[in-house]
């Protein structure tokens, strides 16, 4: 079967669900570096074209606003600006490898260009992508082409009446709606359960009540990583009624 032939037979049916576990040390998946160019950037946007008007909703300050916008790389916030985005990620260690799909500073994603082009097939214009340069410590270029990649769905799939889950507690210890899994392994996120017609025709989103794992996928777009042989980081599958 070639490539587009598994991509639409793959849009068809959502009959089990995947959460990504995002890893908790440096590695493929997690390189260990931070943006160039990203900080001085939007603090001169704030400064010198953002209208004065607008600072106080940031408190007047260029570091706030720039963890607002950092916001925008996990929540459903909006589509990221030109301006906002970061241009150029460099690792502090040479990697010779990296995932597919790797995570980055403030937990923005990257992806390569073989995992764009199938997600980008499945949901065409769901999902919002750019160029973004991965260099060694010395400035060249990592191996191959990468896009950041911010996650364009948010669904309310998750069933926390059907789940073991712990929840969020504030400091009154009230409690929240926000709930997580009680650990990372697979025994954990099979406790997890989410509808499969809530998430029908979805392949790729992140829940907005379930705070850990947060970005969930089709077994469709799993299946077609796993053909083409793509590397990313650890995933466990949800329950899915």
Known sequence: MDDDLALESLKRNLRMVWALIEPNSFGDFFPNGDYVGWEEGTQR????????AQRPAFRNSHIVYRCELSRKFTEDLGPIAPHERPSEFR???????LGSLIILTNRLLAVDATLKEIIEALEPGVHQFWPLRITLPKGQDFAGQHHGMIIGRFLDSFLPEQSDV????????????????KGPTKKDCSNLTVSNSAAAG???????????????FSDGLQAEIARRGLRIPKHHQLKAV
């Not at 690792?91 to 490898?97: G, I, P, V």
């Not at 979805?202 to 969930?216: D, G, V």
């Open 45 to 52: 946007y704030f400064w010198e074209t953002m209208a004065a």
């Open 91 to 97: 690792m502090r260690e040479a990697r010779k490898s």
């Open 166 to 181: 712990g929840q969020a507690t504030g400091a009154e210890g009230e409690v929240f709606d926000l709930c997580h899994a």
């Open 202 to 216: 979805a392949h790729l989103w992140r829940e907005r009540r379930l705070s850990r794992p947060n970005l969930l």
